[in-house]
């Protein structure tokens, strides 16, 4: 596969150490992940790998090859700048009802003053290192057609997209909790203004429902300033607005080996398909399918190395 000259997708999220623990008893086991890994698994089910990009940081001690892995994946644009401090790990420990929690387990990160318990403080500093700046987008890769933000906290995403914006000629955006359940609509519209899709899940918006109807909270938003909004709501349909307009989409029925990146490989296939000349429905619809096979199989690694002829989507850039 001959690359080409620079990426027209560019993804910058996180890559992540994530200490597994099964749901039924079983050992836990330590794995590769991260949103942005995901979300180029999605993308590249849709797009050319050699046409997406991926930005993400590794701290000194990170012990995973994540270059390799990705370019056996066939990606060729790769950025993995290395910061001084050790990465972040995090206990994912999943509930028999397929729910999940993340639990920081570096002891740097809690509190001995307050017996062991988690320094929130050191949790966002750490979480800052592991998020990377659009200023470190390699310059040779710019400007771009396409860009998707994975959930970052602190002021990245709206400093992102003020960078990025007259580079980039789309730009997505999946929220963070840290800031977006604290938000009002306006206060979210204004904080990544310039973006062209908003694609945050329920839990990323739930104060916002809190009494609410869904597609009036995903007209709201729209109306203040979203070009397009996509509410993703797990197996339940997503909602989207685009040109005045709120509609559902169906998902996918699956049977769920692993949860995990199913809202990251959605994200990352939707730009991928709306890159590609496809309308917003059309391209929910993809990624819906895009995160009904991801959650069929267990771990990035996994999900990196499905085809697209896996559930008869097409080569990758068919219409």
């Known amino acids: 596969m001959t690359a080409t000259k620079k990426p027209d997708l560019i993804i910058i999220g996180q890559v992540t150490i994530d200490d597994v623990v099964p749901a039924a008893p079983a050992p836990w086991r330590r794995q590769m992940g991260g949103s942005s890994l995901y979300a180029v698994a999605g993308a590249r089910l849709w797009l050319e790998p050699s046409r997406v990009g991926l930005l993400a940081r590794r701290g000194r001690d990170y012990p995973f090859d994540a270059e390799d892995m990705l370019r056996s994946a066939g990606l060729r644009h790769i950025a993995l700048p290395t910061f001084a401090g050790e990465h972040l790990v995090e206990w994912l420990i999943y509930e028999p009802d397929g729910s999940r929690r993340s639990l920081p387990r570096n002891p740097s990160l809690l509190d001995v003053g307050a017996e062991g318990t988690l320094s929130q403080e050191a949790y966002q500093h750490k979480l800052l290192d592991i998020a990377p700046s659009a200023t470190e987008v390699p310059a040779a890769w710019l400007p771009t057609q396409a860009v998707h933000l994975c959930p970052q906290v602190g002021t990245r995403h709206r400093d992102s997209v003020q960078l990025l914006r007259g580079a980039a000629q ?92 199913a809202g990251d490989s959605f994200c990352g296939a939707y730009a991928a398909c709306r890159l590609l000349g496809h309308e917003p429905a059309a391209a929910a619809l993809r990624a819906a399918a895009t995160a009904a096979l991801i959650v069929g199989c267990s771990g990035v690694e996994a999900a990196l190395r499905l085809t697209a002829s896996s559930f008869n989507l097409g080569a990758p850039g068919e219409v």
């Not at 694609?199 to 203040?224: C, I, K, N, T, Y």
């Not at 797990?234 to 559902?248: I, M």
């Open 170 to 261: 789309w730009i997505s955006v999946d929220p963070s909790p840290h800031y977006s359940r604290s938000m009002s609509v306006p206060e979210l519209a204004a904080y990544v203004r310039g973006s062209s899709a908003f694609l945050p899940s329920a839990q990323e918006v739930r104060p916002l429902l809190d009494g609410r109807e869904p597609q009036d909270v995903v007209r709201a938003l729209h109306r203040a300033g979203f070009p397009e909004v996509v509410l993703k709501r797990a197996e339940k349909p997503l909602v989207l607005a685009y040109g005045d307009t709120v509609q559902y989409v169906p998902t996918v029925p699956t049977s769920i080996v692993d949860p995990t990146g």
